[in-house]
C-alpha cells in the first residue's frame, strides 16, 4: 500500500513570494490534515478535511495561509505572501475516518525555508 | 484544553542501556495516546497507542509504554537501546472534537557507542 505522498520535499524562497506544497494521501482516506511543525517542536494542526469539506481551520492564518481538496482526494496548501516565521516542515497525514481507533499517517514532509 | 508535556528535551543513553521517555497529559476524559517517532528528513511513523484495556501496551520495534491514570504519564520504555533508535520522538493525545493530534515537543535521543 502506497503511503502518503508530498511534495516538493524541499522549498526555498524569499518572504513576500508565495508557495505551494501538494499531498496525496493513502487511497480511500477520508480524512486528511496538514500539521505545521517549527523547529523544536512538536507539529500543530493547520487544517482538517474531511472528504473535500474544511472540519477545523482555526489555526489556519486565513490572510496568509489557503488550503483545498477539490474532489476530496489531494489537497494544496499555499502560503502568499510568506513570513519569515513560516520557515517550518510541513506535514500532510490522512487517516480513513476520524475515529478513536484510526492512526494518523504522516507523509514524508516538505521543509520550507523562507529568507 | 488538552495538552502533552515532554519534560526532556534531549536524552542521551549508550547503546544497550535501557530507555525511558516521559510524557505528561491534561486531558478531562479518558485519553488515547500516542507515541511517535522521526528520524532526520522523515515523517512520523507510530510507535504505539493506547485507548483502553490494559495500560501496559507494547509496540514496534521493541518500545512499550505505560498509562498510569493517576500520574497523568504515559511514558515510553525500551529495555536495550539501538544505534538506530536515535531520532526524535513524540507523545501525542487525540483531541476529542474532531480528531487532531496534540503533540508535545519531543524528546530528541542520542545513542553513543
Known amino acids: 500500500e502506497a503511503g502518503v505522498a508530498q511534495s516538493p520535499r524541499y522549498k526555498i524562497i524569499e518572504k513576500r513570494q508565495s508557495v505551494a506544497f501538494w499531498c496525496n494521501p493513502i487511497?480511500?482516506?477520508?480524512?486528511l490534515y496538514w500539521y505545521q511543525q517549527i523547529l523544536g517542536q512538536g507539529p500543530k494542526l493547520l487544517i482538517q478535511?474531511?472528504?473535500?469539506?474544511?472540519?477545523?481551520d482555526s489555526q489556519l492564518p486565513k490572510d496568509r495561509f489557503s488550503a483545498e481538496r477539490l474532489k476530496g482526494v489531494d489537497s494544496t496548501l499555499k502560503i502568499q505572501p510568506a513570513k519569515l516565521e513560516d520557515s517550518a516542515v510541513y506535514l500532510c497525514?490522512?487517516?480513513?475516518?476520524?475515529?478513536?481507533?484510526?492512526?494518523?499517517?504522516f507523509g514524508p514532509g516538505t521543509r520550507l525555508t523562507v529568507l | 484544553a488538552q495538552s502533552v508535556t515532554q519534560p526532556d528535551i534531549h536524552i542521551t543513553v549508550s547503546e544497550g542501556a535501557s530507555l525511558e521517555l516521559r510524557c505528561n497529559y491534561s486531558?478531562?476524559?479518558?485519553?488515547?495516546l500516542f507515541w511517535y517517532v522521526q528520524s532526520p528528513g522523515q515523517g512520523l511513523q507510530l510507535l504505539l497507542k493506547?485507548?483502553?484495556?490494559?495500560?501496559l501496551v507494547q509496540g514496534i520495534k521493541g518500545f512499550e509504554a505505560e498509562f498510569k491514570r493517576s500520574q497523568s504519564s504515559f511514558n515510553l520504555r525500551k529495555p536495550s537501546v539501538h544505534w538506530s533508535d536515535a531520532a526524535e520522538y513524540f507523545c501525542?493525545?487525540?483531541?476529542?472534537?474532531?480528531?487532531?493530534?496534540?503533540f508535545g515537543q519531543g524528546t530528541e535521543l542520542s545513542v553513543k557507542p
Open positions: 501525542a493525545v487525540r483531541d476529542n472534537q474532531g480528531g487532531k493530534l496534540i
Open positions: 486531558y478531562g476524559a479518558t485519553p488515547y
Open positions: 493506547y485507548f483502553s484495556g490494559d495500560t
Open positions: 497525514a490522512s487517516t480513513p475516518d476520524p475515529s478513536s481507533y484510526n492512526e494518523q499517517f
Open positions: 478535511f474531511q472528504n473535500n469539506g474544511v472540519v477545523d
Open positions: 487511497s480511500g482516506h477520508a480524512t
